[in-house]
């Protein structure tokens, strides 16, 4: 599979792993999700996929029937961030079109009836929310969306209300984690009415010192007033952690450059690594490779051996079911075959 956003050829790409436009918009004289019956939501399901057929330019999307999914083949599509933790749990009268290459995924019957995203690579949300606009005007164009004059669009979720946009970008913040920033940080955030989550988002904690800060409402902005914010908060974040990186290598030269060398060994020489290890050692090796500590990796490259060493892609791609001893050996040597060219 190849993922447009894990191309690394986006702004500050070895410190903003993607950047993410999404809006929620719910069908007119339809119950939300949660209080529909299976067969309203197939119903539901049924009538975007009518329209998904009719439009040509929407044609390049692939469709795939939740329920005909198996578990593995659901926690692929997890960890490559095209669908949230909660769609996968009732799989029934749930569906997703997908358009890999621009990285475009929209859910149909999640928590609202449609959750359309687009993901980019680095700090570039305008690019995102672009694609996105042009997309829901073209849904909008066939559909009627539940609205109201003085709500907006109608969601299941109040914090979604309004433009039912929401504008997000992850982060990679281990400098930040190791001089304990976070909590004070996280708490400046949310006074100013964003939120800060974990690598999957909502309900997910952070792994690998990946962080994914948003917007926390979608009403009373316009969504170019939301998309500017998110992006200017983040260029403010990014400038923190680089400047705690530079504190770290000025201060504690010697332990800084040991940890980073010494995980990066680990991935070049380990024989069983397990998905948690091996993201914190891919962590730290990409802040190396930032801070010129270790030799150049391209992103792109760091982004793929994050995704595959990941349980199920890597069983995906294998396409076999592995315990957890045999998986900790495949990961190890894929990370291995893969920086071998780097030293």
């Known amino acids: 599979m190849e993922f447009g956003f894990l191309n690394g ?6 410190l903003v792993l993607s950047s993410r436009i999404r809006i929620a918009r719910n069908l007119k004289d339809y119950p939300f999700p949660y209080r529909a019956t299976e067969t309203l939501r197939k119903e539901i399901l049924g009538k975007i996929f009518q329209v998904v057929q ?4 929407l044609k390049i999307l692939q469709f795939i029937n939740l329920d005909e999914f198996q578990n593995l083949e659901k ?25 890999l290459p621009t990285t475009i995924s929209m859910m149909v019957n999640e928590e609202d009836h449609l959750r359309i995203q687009c993901l980019t690579s680095g700090l570039d949300l305008e690019k995102g929310w ?16 539940a609205f109201n004059e003085s709500w907006g669009y109608l969601s ?19 400098a930040l984690v190791f001089l304990q920033a976070m909590p004070g940080l996280i708490q400046s955030l949310n006074q100013m009415g964003i939120v800060v989550r974990g690598f999957y988002g909502e309900g997910t904690e952070s792994q690998g010192y990946f962080f994914q800060i948003s917007n926390a409402f979608s009403i009373g902005h316009s969504e170019e007033e939301i998309v500017t914010r ?5 260029g403010q974040v ?6 705690s990186r530079e504190r770290m290598k000025k201060n504690q030269p010697e332990l800084i450059v040991d940890r ?10 380990a024989r069983l690594i397990n998905s948690a290890e091996a993201m914190e050692h891919l962590s730290l090796t990409r802040m190396g490779v930032q801070m010129g500590i270790l030799p150049h990796i391209p992103a792109k490259t760091l982004n793929e051996l994050m995704r595959m060493t990941r349980s199920a892609n890597l069983q995906k791609e294998l396409k076999e079911e592995l315990d957890a001893l045999k998986r900790d050996g495949m990961r190890a040597d894929y990370l291995r075959s893969l920086l071998a060219g780097f030293s």
């Open 9 to 14: 050829d986006g702004p500050s790409s070895l």
């Open 238 to 243: 990014l400038h923190q952690e680089l400047e």
């Open 230 to 234: 998110i992006s200017t908060v983040a």
């Open 75 to 99: 926690q692929v599509l997890l960890e490559n961030h095209l669908v949230s933790p909660n769609f996968i749990q009732d799989s029934k009268g749930k569906g997703i079109f997908l358009h």
């Open 156 to 174: 299941a979720y109040p914090t979604n209300l309004g433009t039912g946009l929401r504008a997000s970008v992850l982060l990679h913040l281990p």
């Open 130 to 145: 672009e694609v996105l606009n042009k997309l829901d005007d073209l849904l909008e164009s066939h559909l009627s969306f």
């Open 260 to 269: 980073i060398w010494r995980s990066f060994s680990v991935l070049k020489s």
């Open 54 to 57: 009719s439009e040509e330019s």
